[in-house]
Every structure is written in C-alpha cells, then in structure tokens.
C-alpha cells in the first residue's frame, strides 16, 4: 500500500510570514495525527483527527497554527505568523483504528526553517 | 499521566558487538509500548510493539524487546550490530487513559556504530 504523502518536504520562511502543509493519509486510515518534532527531541503531538472531526487539539498553539481535514481524508496545517521557535520538523501519521490496532504508519515530514 | 524516559540520549557501539537502548515508563495502565527508529530524513519506522500478549517481543532486523512490568521498563537489544543500525531509536507509549490512541514519545537514543 502507498504511505503516508506529506509536501513539501523542505521550507525556510521568514519570521512573521505565513506557511502550509499538506498531508495524504493511507487510504481508508480515518485517524490523522499531526506531530512536531524540534531537533534533539522526540515529536509532540499537535493535533489528531477522526475522520473530519479534532479529538484532540490541546497541544496545538491556536494563536497561530490552524489545521483541516476536509472530507476526512488530505489534511493541511497552516502557520501564521511564523516565529523562529516554529523551526522543526512536522511528522503526519494515520492509523485505521485509533489507539485499537495500535498501527501508524508516518510520512517523512516537512521541514521548516523559520529565519 | 504517562510518560517514557530513555536513559541515554547516545550509544557507541562497534559493529557486530551488542545493542542495548533502555526505556523506562510510567503509566497508571497497563501500556502499549513501541519502539521506532528514525534514519536521518527519513520517516519514522516501527521495530516493534508490546501490547499486553509476550512480553518478548520480537521486531524486524534482528531487534527485540523485553516488557517488565516489576521494572517499568522495555529496554531494546540487538545481538549484533550493523552499520545500518545508526540512527535516531525512540520509545513510545500510547495513551490508553486517553482512548485515543495518542502516542507518547521519549527523547529518543542516538545509535552510533562504528566500523
């Protein structure tokens, strides 16, 4: 089966601009999680979905990131304004059965640079 | 709350010698537990995971790990190590008080091999 799609894989920003990322689950996975993983550390959850609907957004910075999933399936997180403590790399998982099977399958993340 | 601690934050070891990365964790119940390994820009890949059946779990490329509940701990070993096996090693709990499937990351191990 195809894996998890993220894009871009790479981004350097200027602080204050605005950013997006887009995610492409595993076909038929109705949980979609959103990690953030700053360098030296393991990722922190940011946000997780079912189907279209949050479960869980309370690690999620909402003064400036936002996050959809349309139709339950491709999902973007957006940035704006940017500040340089954003610099990390953002992981986009998805499970066909949350906390159940205990199965995620992970893209190979997006890259921000926040100068 | 749970929480996962790996006890070293870098490990050296010759090629072809043994591998150990320990992980001790904390949960009111009875956990999940997985290890991931992340190779550098890649995405992040399951060895294996421990979810309340053995308690040896045996995981790809050669890795296992040991569940010990007296312990709290999940340390991950290797008979023998490749020079493939460098890479970024994480210890993972997923939040079961939550049900919602949410996985905890630690800080994650450094695996040097040296040749």
């Known amino acids: 089966e195809a894996g998890v799609a993220q894009s871009p894989r790479y981004k350097i920003i200027e602080k204050r601009q605005s950013v997006a990322f887009w995610c492409n689950p595993i076909s038929g996975h109705a949980t979609l999680y959103w990690y953030q993983q700053i360098l030296g550390q393991g990722p922190k959850l940011l946000i997780q979905f079912q189907n279209n609907g949050v479960v869980d957004d309370s690690q999620l910075p909402k003064d400036r990131f936002s996050a959809e999933r349309l139709k339950g399936v491709d999902s973007t997180l957006k940035i704006q304004p940017a500040k340089l403590e954003d610099s990390a790399v953002y992981l986009c998982?998805?499970?066909?059965?949350?906390?159940?099977?205990?199965?995620?399958?992970f893209g190979s993340g997006t890259r921000l640079t926040v100068v | 709350a749970q929480s996962v601690t790996q006890l070293d934050s870098h490990v050296s070891v010759s090629e072809g010698t043994p591998v150990l990365l320990r992980c001790n964790y904390s949960s009111s119940y009875s956990p999940s537990l997985f290890w991931y390994v992340q190779h550098p820009n890649k995405g992040l890949q399951l060895l294996l995971k421990y979810t309340s059946a053995a308690t040896l779990v045996k995981g790809i490329n050669g890795f296992e790990a040991e569940f010990k509940k007296s312990e709290t701990s999940f340390h991950l070993t290797k008979p023998s190590a490749h020079m493939s096996d460098a890479a970024e090693y994480f210890c993972v709990v997923s939040d079961r008080a939550s049900n919602t499937g949410k996985l905890i990351f630690g800080q994650g191990t450094t695996l040097q091999v040296k040749p």
């Open positions: 998982a998805s499970s066909n059965n949350r906390g159940k099977d205990y199965g995620y399958t």
